[in-house]
């Protein structure tokens, strides 16, 4: 069973003279795991770290080497989604049925809804089949119909999920615990993760100190 670990990670970006986060440490396993909190917290931050795609600047990041960041923005598809609209395999085509997507799609991208564009990205994120899969934002700005079609695709996923999301509703039917990233103190600069809510029957991994 694949597991994400984070080990008294500390990170900062250059541009910035405060770290951002300060030795945090948490372990998740397979299933869901929400990330909430306050806009420049560092969500996104924590999804590219758990991804690769950033480096700490102290600590170590145990995680599967095969991960996805799906971003929030969909300017630009993903760099496998052509490939994913083309495929022939089955799960291509579970994929394309339960997510209303046309093979096309890809060819008129600039024409696309954002919703559009949105479930070509976490389509293709799912047709990859990493072990940890990073989900920034999915529903923001998804009529209710387009918001089914994600959730119950998501579903389906069977390794490590972290999502972003400010949707309650979503993160409720998908997510099996939540991860809270609030300030140190009320003056702090430096962020830290605490366990804010478990499904019954779940025990609470360890909380990050800073």
Not at 19 to 43: M, T
Not at 181 to 208: E, K, M, N
């Amino acid at each position: 069973m694949s597991s994400l670990l984070f080990h008294d990670v500390s990170f900062a970006y250059d541009a910035s003279p405060d770290g951002l986060f300060c030795e945090i440490q948490f372990g998740l396993s397979e299933g869901w795991a929400g990330v909430i909190g306050e806009n420049g917290s560092g969500k996104t931050t924590l999804l590219r770290l758990a991804c690769h795609e950033l480096t700490p600047r102290r600590g170590i990041i145990d995680a599967p080497r095969a991960s996805v960041y799906c971003p929030q923005r969909t300017d630009a598809p993903l760099d496998e989604s052509a490939a994913f609209c083309a495929a022939d395999d089955a799960e291509a085509f579970r994929l394309r049925g339960t997510l209303g997507i046309e093979r096309v799609w890809l060819d008129r991208w600039p024409t696309l809804s954002h919703g559009e564009r949105k479930r070509v990205q976490i389509a293709t994120s799912l047709w990859l089949r990493p072990d940890l899969l990073a989900v920034d934002e999915p529903t923001n700005h998804l009529d209710a119909e387009a918001r089914r079609m994600v959730l119950a695709a998501l579903r389906t996923y069977r390794g490590i999920g972290l999502l972003v999301s400010h949707d309650r509703e979503l993160l409720e039917a998908l997510c099996a615990l939540e991860w809270n990233i609030a300030r140190a103190t009320a003056t702090s600069p430096t962020f830290v993760l605490s366990p804010r809510a478990f499904r019954s029957g779940l025990v609470a991994p360890a909380t990050s100190e800073s």
